[in-house]
């Protein structure tokens, strides 16, 4: 490692000496943002926002191919409209932003900037449903929703964030529940299959729920300092929204009903858990299929054969650009050392060498992202081969991932056991609870972990005691320190 | 025509008795949109999105062959920041929403709903711009703006409004101006080949400019009712806002220059432009391209042969489902007769009809939505037939709009044609102009009507004198009444 290199990786904090020093200094130097000018929001710069394209291109797909259609809602919501149900309103009302003036005047009623937009959207559906001809209605919205949160951080938690919030409206009660698992479901495929995320899919307590839903359904991913992450919700909303906003359909039978519905949202804090889960102490490390630069070019120049290898490697970006996103890094004046440390931290999965050598050789030299592992690919199927990289880079950062969280998920059988394994190991802790909040809260104040989920197919499980009260369980949950 | 068909027509205002409530009958009837319980809001409602969808997929193929990423800036913009560019902030201030209150608190400096993000986004650009190495910056956001204006109408002019918005950064001028123009011809090409519309190309007088700019360009359309229809306006910032925002490089030549920039921008306002561009008194007609649905089967079922018919149908839209988006409208209880107004209504551009004797004969009937055309497609290269005829109608509609633009299109010599050009057809009128804006002004004020542009290679016409003043014209324009 020359001189510069050890330049280049000083600027980024160890995890082990401060894990969220590391995460801004990545998020900050791969330029996937930058803070904004205003209290608690971002930029996101192109290398950021490329992820999030790919999410929403990837996710996009899910809905369209689950029968859902896109369409968009307005940004204000009548204060008025927010207050309809009760839960609701109680739970996002201490943190909303609002309009009072438009176009110089004073506004008679406030607006409150979208939060969420059960309320608004509510509003429309009431006029939308008459008959049950007209269900089910799914349709989901890519937006930009604002809470006004105390503490930032970067893709996590944001005042403005991005998202998309699926909304759907239901004749039968057994139909929401589908479709709320259903689209859970979607969540956990997409977030395994793509992001490499593996996740722990199951129930909110009553406590953690969405305010103003019946059941809230999560998946649950463990980053590598040992805290959960929330990746997805989904809810069933039971009649809540339905009665407050008399969302009524005459069904087959002639009788006026209450309809039933759900919402389920992600949103940009997935580019979080990707950083949080696959980084390690020199950068990012991107999964390839939502990768922003799949496979970065890196010609090692020669005085005597440069134009050769740079005419080669332009050849080379032209060939693998059809099927690939790719990049050459041509710029003049930076060492292929100083080349390899930057790529490498911005998590291009393969960097593919390309010098007099390899040319001689009819190949180029691919270096995996994940494993550094070297490995010299022919011309010869060239394509095949990068795919096959990818493919098996993409399986190999689920596997570390999931390693990692079985490692890292451990039984507590009492409450001294826990407080011990939260202290010196964090991660998913499973326990037993007895289903009463007052122990939630309990755990929650002492030790500041929370009931992440509980997760599916326990029935068989031995539950143990509850941490709190030592009763019986009546639920073996998931509990963490969260984001 | 059957009573039903009457009563589906009846429905529509002709465009004859009030082209504005044709308008109004036309995006509420084909589900475009509805009307928001926030002043001048809409909610876009999945026929009226997929069209923006489409919209944004093509633009932004364009953007990114063109170099350009996408980034997402922050939605609010402190009130001071705005006031930085002393045009630019007269320009919008008196049209913005404002946030006085977040999180129960009342906001130490009020924000900004973007009504544009030349402010934001500069403040963001004078920390990562150094050196000339930075530079060019070539970054667009898909989002949503606010404007609050007084009278709205859905798509043409709301209060909130989804678009994209193009800021880059430059060196020099020279690059400046040629991005602009770039982006420019981008839209052009995109209005004409993807929408079918045709388009006016030039420059914007400086009444007409963008608050803040040094030039606008602009594309204008014209609607079927005479008035035209700015439907993208590209910038040149000129170092308006680098000034401003203090948006300085070091260049090669080892000086500390201000940057040049450029801005471009279009917006669901397009959708309108394609309803009142194409549709007729059945309703929509929608270009191939970018409509949502490009076929509708529509099985014409007998007692004798309806699993048989309605099985076909199934496997038709199986199969071109795999090319085109198409819908198979198998509702019951509805009449062929009334299935086919619906889908002309919506505008759909190709009514594929399948009854027993297009099974015997081996194909099916397919109708034009653009001329009523009925022509038999074999099923033997059906795809290619499809396609063929989908580009044939594409062709039709531009050369529609084209046709009538030329025939709306008109001289005048002196302001009392001018005048009686306006009051009889409307249209575009072209006509000398001095280039005083006191002359201009006074136009406006009399007749209502704008100049739209002072088209591009006007160097050999004839300019005729100024309306207004009566010298010698300094450029030959093109005046219009406009939405």
Redesign the interface.
Known sequence: MGANDKEFVKEITPRSVDFSQWYLDIVLKAEMM?Y???KG??????YG??I??NIQRLLDQRFKATGH??????????ES?LQKEAEHVEGF????????????EKLAE??V?RPTSEA?IC??YA??IQSWRDLPIL?NQW??V?R???NTRPFLRT??F?WQEGHTVHATEEEAEEETLKMLEVYREFAETELALPVISGLKTEREKFAGALRTYTIEALMTDGRALQAGTSHNLGQHFARAFEIRFLDKDDELKYAWQTSWGASTRLIGAIIMVHGDDRGLKLPPRVAPVQGVIVPILTKKQKEQVLEASRELLARLGESFRMELDDREGYSPGWKFNEWEMKGVPVRLELGPRDLEAGGVTAVRRDTGEKIFLSQDNLEDSLEKLLDEIQQNLFQQALDYRIANTRRASSYAEFVEILEEHRGFIQAGWCGERACEEQVKDDTRATIRCIPFHQEHEDKGICLSCGKQGEHLVYYARAY
């Open positions: 930058d904004a000018p205003v929001c971002m930029a996101i710069r192109p926002y490329a999030w394209e259609k896109n369409a968009y809602f307005p940004l204000f919501i009548p409209l009302a201490p943190e909303v932003a609002l309009v009072t003036h438009g176009g110089n406030r607006l900037v608004i509003s429309m006029r939308w349709y937006c930009n604002v006004w949160e105390k005042t403005e991005l």
